[in-house]
Nanobody, 123 residues
Framework: QVQLVESGGGLVQPGGSLRLSCAAS????????TSWFRQAPGKVREFVMG????????YSDDSVQDRFAISRDNGKTTVNLQMHSLKPEDTAVYYC????????????????WGQGTQVTVSA
């Protein structure tokens, strides 16, 4: 089993930045990729960005491609999501997911999920 713990959410003004972290523990040998998803009230969960652990290739949704960045700490089991130029529409609960997905943007492919962290972008 793998446990995922997110941190770094909070309230930020439009145009601001936040850094989310997802720390994995347990049987981390079962992880080949980590992705971030988000869910706003009344909306379906949507893909944000993902990273493959072997090789470090990444994939992002078009809505965040020029504003967000994903990285994995070298030699560690933490994946970070750096968010810049935040907009009110980025407001959501952000979840990290890990496992051996067929696709980084397919939530049904991920076995392990964190509890979520709230990001609120408001003046």
């Amino acid at each position: 089993q793998v446990q995922l713990v997110e941190s770094g959410g909070g309230l930020v003004q439009p145009g601001g930045s936040l850094r989310l972290s997802c720390a994995a523990s347990g049987d981390v040998s079962d992880i080949r990729a980590t992705s971030w998803f988000r869910q706003a009230p009344g909306k379906v969960r949507e893909f944000v960005m993902g990273i493959n652990w072997p090789g470090g290739s990444t994939y992002s949704d078009d809505s965040v491609q020029d504003r967000f960045a994903i990285s994995r700490d070298n030699g560690k089991t933490t994946v970070n999501l750096q968010m810049h130029s935040l907009k009110p529409e980025d407001t959501a609960v952000y979840y990290c997911a890990a496992g051996r997905p067929g696709r980084l943007d397919a939530p049904e492919d991920f076995r392990y999920w964190g509890q979520g962290t709230q990001v609120t972008v408001s003046a």
